[in-house]
C-alpha cells in the first residue's frame, strides 16, 4: 500500500499520451479526478478482497477510459442500508435480479446496487433531493460513493473461478481522444 | 508518529503529522481518535489537516466514525486547515456539511 500512487501515477501518464490537448475541459481537474478514481479503485480493491494477485487492466474504447481491476481475494457481499441484516452472496440468486438495494445514503445522495445477473452489479448514484436520513453512514461503501461520482459506469463481476473484478468507466468528449 | 495530541485551551488538537492520510494509517489514526474519545473521555476535538495534501475514502470513513463516537459521547470532532485537494474530497462527499471547518486554529477553538 506504501507505493499505491504509483498507480495513480501511471494513469496520469497514459492519459496525457491518450487525450489531447486543450480538448478537455479543466484538465487538472480531469486528471486528479483519474488518479483520485484509480486509487479508490485500486486501494478498495485491495483491502477489501485481500488476495495473492491484482490485476490492472486500463485501456481507451471509442470515447471512453475502462479501468478493470481483478483481484483473486474475497466476494464483495452487498449488505443493503434499506434491508439491515440481508447480505447478497454471489451467485445472486433469481430473488434478487433485477433488483436495487442502497448500499450508501447520506442527506442528499444515494448510491444504489442493482442486481444486473447471478455475478454482476451494477452501481449508480442518485440524489435524492435531501431528507432521506439524517444519519451518519460511511464506513462500508463510502468508496463507492466516490467511484460512482467520479466515473460514469460502475459494475462488480464475480467470476465462478473466484476473481472479482470492478469495472469502471469514464466517459470523455470524442474529440478529446487520441 | 504519524499523529500529535495537544492540548490548546482546554481543546484536544490531534495533528496529522503526515501528507497522505490514507487507509496505510487509518487504523492508527482510528485508534488515536477513539483513545481520545473512549478512554480519556474527551468530547472536543479537532483535527488539523495543515499538512495534508491528499486524504482517501479509508480515512475519512474513520474520521466520520470518531465523530459518531464523539457525537454519541456529545461532543463533536471541527477540521481545520484543509489544503485544496483534501478540501475538494470534502466537498465531493460533502463531508463539508457535517464537519465545521475551520482555516484558523483560534477560530476553531472558540466555536466550541
Avoid: W
Avoid at chain 1, 481491476?69 to 447478497?88: A, H, Q, S
Avoid at chain 1, 442527506?107 to 444504489?112: A, M, P, R, W
Avoid at chain 1, 460511511?138 to 462488480?156: A, E, M, Q, R, W
Avoid at chain 2, 490531534?14 to 501528507?19: F, N, Q, W
Amino acid at each position: 500500500m506504501k507505493f499505491i500512487h504509483l498507480v495513480g501515477d501511471a494513469l496520469e501518464s497514459y492519459l496525457r499520451l491518450k487525450l489531447l490537448p486543450g480538448k478537455v475541459l479543466s484538465e487538472d481537474e480531469t486528471l486528479k479526478s483519474c488518479r483520485l478514481m484509480m486509487y479508490e479503485l485500486y486501494s478498495n480493491a485491495v483491502r477489501h478482497s485481500p488476495g495473492s494477485k491484482v490485476d490492472i487492466i486500463i485501456y481507451f474504447k471509442l470515447n471512453y477510459l475502462a479501468i478493470d481491476i481483478e483481484t483473486n481475494g474475497e466476494e464483495f457481499i452487498v449488505r443493503p442500508k434499506d434491508k439491515p441484516g440481508l447480505e447478497i452472496r454471489f451467485p445472486y440468486p433469481d430473488s434478487v435480479l433485477g433488483t436495487n438495494f442502497i448500499v450508501y445514503r447520506d442527506k442528499d445522495e444515494v448510491v444504489n446496487c442493482h442486481v444486473l445477473s447471478d455475478s454482476c452489479l451494477e452501481f449508480s448514484k442518485q440524489k435524492t433531493g435531501g431528507g432521506v436520513t439524517e444519519e451518519l453512514e460511511i464506513p462500508d461503501h463510502f468508496g463507492l460513493l466516490l467511484l460512482t461520482s467520479l466515473t460514469n459506469d460502475v459494475k462488480y463481476f464475480r467470476t465462478k473461478s473466484g476473481k472479482n473484478i470492478f469495472s469502471v468507466r469514464k466517459h470523455f468528449p470524442k474529440e478529446a481522444v487520441n | 508518529m504519524n499523529f500529535l495530541v495537544e492540548e490548546v485551551s482546554g481543546i484536544n488538537v490531534v495533528r496529522i503529522a503526515i501528507p497522505r492520510a490514507t487507509a496505510d494509517v487509518s487504523k492508527e489514526f482510528k485508534s488515536v481518535l477513539f483513545d481520545l474519545i473512549d478512554n480519556k473521555n474527551v468530547q472536543k476535538v479537532i483535527v488539523d489537516f495543515g499538512k495534508v495534501d491528499f486524504a482517501d475514502s479509508s480515512f475519512l470513513g474513520t474520521l466520520v466514525s470518531g465523530l459518531k463516537k464523539c457525537s454519541a459521547n456529545k461532543g463533536d470532532i471541527k477540521i481545520l486547515s484543509l489544503q485544496p485537494p483534501v478540501r475538494a474530497m470534502f466537498e465531493l462527499t460533502r463531508l463539508y456539511k457535517v464537519f465545521e471547518i475551520f482555516d484558523n486554529e483560534q477560530d476553531a477553538i472558540k466555536s466550541f
